[in-house]
């Protein structure tokens, strides 16, 4: 739980500036990325020259302030050097704290760079008590947490001592849980979880019940497909008081795909409403003008109630800026020239930025203000008359009258002579026209007006930059100068951060005729010290300073210049090898598992340390041999013509009902039946486990968590595993790190779902430590990546070759803006709906509780695969038949196909095309 001391502001930095920004405006801390492995992968990000830049100013202001990188991303094994490079780096420039969702990266911290603070990702998807219990063990210093929380699941969450959290207070909100998403992945090729997503929850979807009729959609005027997945922005506004109060440690600003101005007048808004209190009209400027630079409609989202409605923007996607208005008319302010007329709520200025919600338009129309009229009545004025908003529907042309245009007037909204005024400025309240380009669509009266960008703001959010290669982290060189008769050499002493106490050295030698002896030999030392302090522009400071000149000779200060270059030249040289070494003995370590020492003693490995951090589970164990009775730990069995053996299915469920048409014959042939138990009440899931039991045996039996587990029907969830426990069920499937604390206590056989992600050897090995007998590979990933990680772990890796994936989960119900009343608790019509989208694909959404979960219309299959995996070395393959409704007869027909090696082929999603 946080402590009493500050909390810390934590805005984003996509940029070098951005970051300056963030401090000039009051941030506590920043979190940046670099050019691979960040969530923002499209982002500007930051070399490691400019981390290094901002580290340490961040570290020379009072009080100090602090950087966190992004290695947020899930790895592949192939990328392992490439993510070990970039680790070893890190507390050479300085960095704070490394924010991470890949547990093979986890891994790699703990070991190889402990002196890192670990901080959870929000791709972790850590959403309750139990989840950030699982972190504090793992040794993470702090979780971010999901963003659908209410307070009381902050304060709940906040309440685990030994561990921070942090919470999200500003920004783009996506659709689903964040690291649990997998619709841009599946889609289009692009994983949100490798900071790729390309946003298709911004996309618009037309809405059909499960007969395929239309479903109303209540937006007024709305002629196209409704964003029905598009949120709003979060913004807590002074919520995120209650948040402090709650127990959060940091607040955290979403935008490192943002410019430095919004990054600085978002960091202004919320550091005023900490530090308080705010005057007059000032929360309110503070908003406008924030909402002027970016923003879509604002939410809290489910800080106050995880029923709020209203929570997504429906009508149009992008930014919105601030509704000030309403258009009234399209006028002719001089001969020639169009302006779109309305009453302002805010002060406007010439070269403004000015937005027109039209609708059947995904986007506003927008445009700068290049010329603005302030608009007064005139008992003379010229033009024509206008009958006010009343009889604003009639439409006019340029020319003459015609169907697609707002009336085109001089009036005034009370029906009198006009007089526009040319105006840099034009107060609040006022009546105005916006010249509009000569190109501009069809602008409705009524439409709503927004003041998109602002000059003022501009003006108000200017902040300073340090000079480039003022600030960098210094590493202190300890220089011993001897003095020969015509020699004079150096030899520095040097650590890197890193490497703890181990010293690298550099040497340099300069030979000139003989030094004559110094009339005043203070001088020389003088001389000697100005010299070698002039280390600037590299990397090194001096540290100490040590002088053998026992004849006391006189050394030309050019001289002196000369060897201190060298010896610079010779540190950064010897300062980029040790750092080449050390990522070498860090990849050749883990390609062999870690715990064993490098061959010359260089570094040490951190097996230890990473017995520390494991949870109290019981060792990993080892999975059943193949059908066939061959074991793959068997290397009689590898030979290159020996054919791909029979392998082990299991089949997973949210229903026991599904099986039911399985005969008795059937289930000798399934080595595992693995039943989610967070679908149906206890009463009903525990006759369906003596069914089972009785039909397939018990021991087939494996009981899966929920992967998203909340208050209250979590609770209901968490009392029926500790009966379930105490009455001896003993397999269980992990989904969540959160199921490693509700699980703990040892003594139980447990696997892992593809929720929980093994993309690289690591991730498994790390899962492997934690107690896990066996993982299951994700979904997403393709057949390169899979061919590697079964090569080494086949026999411990189920893979998913037939799943109605989830491609998302999300809080908010997708139905509530097409339904009169939402009348809670899942008690709303038909349980699933089809999402058609503007690419031809559907989806179908299906209720759970209140819940929504998109799948794909067509399921994931990799059935034209079979065989390419067993002769990758699969040895167990698993279909799934869960959140879709299935009637048992379906499932014994598919069931049987892929047994057969009969299923079709079907939608393989980035199998061949490999994740991206």
């Not at 680790?87 to 704290?97: I, S, T």
């Not at 600085?264 to 000032?282: F, I, K, M, Q, S």
Request: charged letters at 25%.
């Amino acid at each position: 739980m946080g402590d009493s001391k500050r909390t810390e502001l934590l805005a984003p930095a996509g940029s070098l500036d951005a970051g300056y920004a963030a401090f000039y405006f009051g941030a506590d801390a920043v979190y940046t990325g670099l050019r691979r492995f960040s969530a923002r992968a499209d982002a500007e990000n930051l070399s490691l020259e400019d981390l290094d830049n901002l580290t340490a100013y961040a570290h020379s202001l009072t009080p100090r302030r602090r950087v966190f990188v992004t290695l947020n991303t899930l790895a592949q094994n192939r990328e392992l050097p490439e993510v070990i490079e970039v680790l070893v780096a890190l507390p050479e420039v300085g960095v704070d704290a490394v924010i991470v969702q890949d547990l093979g990266v986890v891994r790699l911290v703990r070991a190889y760079a402990p002196q890192l603070r670990l901080h959870g990702s929000t791709q972790m998807a850590i959403h309750n008590r139990e989840g950030v219990e699982a972190l504090q063990r793992l040794g993470f210093a702090r979780v971010t947490l999901a963003r659908e929380l209410t307070l009381d699941d902050v304060h709940a969450a906040a309440s685990v001592p030994g561990i921070e959290v942090e919470t999200f207070i500003h920004g783009a909100l996506c659709y689903g849980y964040s690291g649990l998403c997998l619709l841009s992945s599946h889609l289009c090729g692009r994983s949100g979880n490798r900071g790729r997503c390309a946003y298709p929850c911004r996309d618009g979807y037309a809405l059909r019940g499960a007969d395929s009729a239309p479903v109303s959609w209540p937006a007024k005027g709305r002629t196209g497909a409704p964003f029905l997945l598009s949120m709003k922005d979060l913004a807590v506004g002074e919520d995120v008081l209650s948040l402090r109060d709650a127990g959060a440690a940091a607040l955290k600003i979403e935008g490192r795909m943002k410019t430095p101005l919004y990054v600085a007048a978002v960091t202004h808004y919320y550091r005023r409403l900490l530090d308080g209190p705010l005057r007059g009209n000032e929360k309110t400027e503070l908003e406008a003008e924030l909402r002027s630079i970016f923003s879509r409609p604002w939410t809290r989202l489910y800080l106050r109630s995880r029923r709020t409605p209203d929570v997504v923007a429906p009508e149009a996607v992008g930014h919105r800026g601030l509704p000030i208005g309403e258009v009234i008319a399209i006028v002719r302010p001089e001969p020639g020239k169009y302006a779109v007329l309305f009453r302002t709520r805010q002060a406007l200025e010439r070269h403004d930025g000015v937005q027109v919600d039209i609708p059947g338009l995904a986007k506003a129309y927008g445009f700068a203000a290049a010329e603005l009229w302030c608009v007064t009545e005139s008992g003379g004025g010229r033009g024509e008359r206008w009958q006010g908003e009343g009889g604003g529907g009639q439409r006019a042309g340029r020319g003459g009258a015609a169907p697609d245009r707002p009336r085109e007037s001089a009036g005034t909204a009370s029906g009198g002579e006009a007089r526009f005024k040319p105006m840099v400025t034009v107060p609040a309240g006022a009546q105005v026209a916006v010249g509009l380009p000569p190109e501009h669509p069809q602008i409705p009266v009524g439409a709503v007006v927004c003041w998109a960008s602002s000059q003022a703001a501009r003006r108000h959010y200017q902040f300073t930059r340090p000079k480039p290669g003022l600030h960098r982290n210094l590493c202190p060189l300890h220089v011993r100068v001897t003095v020969g008769r015509d020699t004079v050499s150096a030899r520095a002493e040097f650590a890197l951060a890193g490497q703890g106490d181990r010293k690298l050295n550099a040497e340099a030698r300069v030979t000139s005729g003989a030094f004559s002896v110094a009339d005043a030999p203070e001088r020389t030392r003088d001389a000697l010290r100005t010299a070698f302090a002039k280390m600037g522009g590299t990397r090194f400071t001096l540290g100490t300073l040590e002088e053998e000149n026992p004849e006391r000779l006189f050394v030309p200060i050019s001289l002196l210049n000369q060897c201190r270059r060298d010896l610079v030249a010779a540190a950064e040289q010897a300062w980029q090898a040790a750092l080449a070494a050390r990522t070498a003995v860090v990849v050749a370590e883990t390609a062999g598992g870690l715990g064993a020492d490098a061959e010359d003693g260089r570094l040490r490995t951190a097996g230890d340390r990473l017995a520390e951090v494991r949870l109290p589970l019981p060792p990993k164990g080892r999975d059943s041999d193949w059908k066939t009775g061959a074991s793959r730990s068997d290397d009689s069995s590898r030979g290159a013509a020996a054919r791909p053996p029979v392998p082990c299915w299991s089949v997973k469920v949210d229903r026991a009902g599904y099986l039911q048409a399985l005969s008795d014959a059937d289930f000798p042939a399934v080595d595992e039946i693995v039943l989610d138990i967070g679908r149906e009440s206890e009463a009903a899931l525990r006759a369906e486990l003596d069914e089972l039991a009785r039909r397939a045996g018990r021991e087939k039996l494996r009981l899966a968590l929920p992967v998203v587990l909340r208050t209250p029907e979590g609770d209901a969830v968490r009392r029926t595993v500790g009966r379930l426990r105490a009455e001896g069920w003993r397999k269980w499937e992990v989904s969540n790190l959160a199921g490693f604390a509700l699980l703990a206590g040892g003594g139980l056989d447990l696997t892992t779902d593809w929720s929980l992600y093994c993309t690289n050897r690591l991730a498994v090995s790390q899962l492997f430590d934690m107690g896990v007998g066996r993982v299951t590979l994700s979904p997403e990933d393709g057949r390169e990546n899979l061919a590697a990680l079964l090569r080494e772990f086949g026999g411990r890796a189920a893979v998913v070759v037939y799943q109605d994936t989830p491609l998302l989960i999300s809080e908010t119900c997708a139905f509530r803006g097409a339904e009169p009343a939402c009348r809670g608790g899942g008690e709303c019509g038909s349980p699933e709906t089809i999402l058609a989208g503007k690419h031809g694909a559907t989806f179908l959404a299906v209720r759970d509780q209140c819940r929504t979960v998109l799948l794909h219309d067509e399921p994931f299959s990799l059935a034209q695969h079979v065989r390419e995996l067993t002769g990758a070395g699969a040895e167990r393959l698993r279909v799934d038949f869960v959140w879709r409704h299935y009637t048992a007869e379906r499932v014994r027909q598919i069931w049987g196909a892929f047994r057969a090696g009969t299923a079709p082929a079907g939608r393989d999603a980035n199998f061949a095309r490999g994740l991206q």
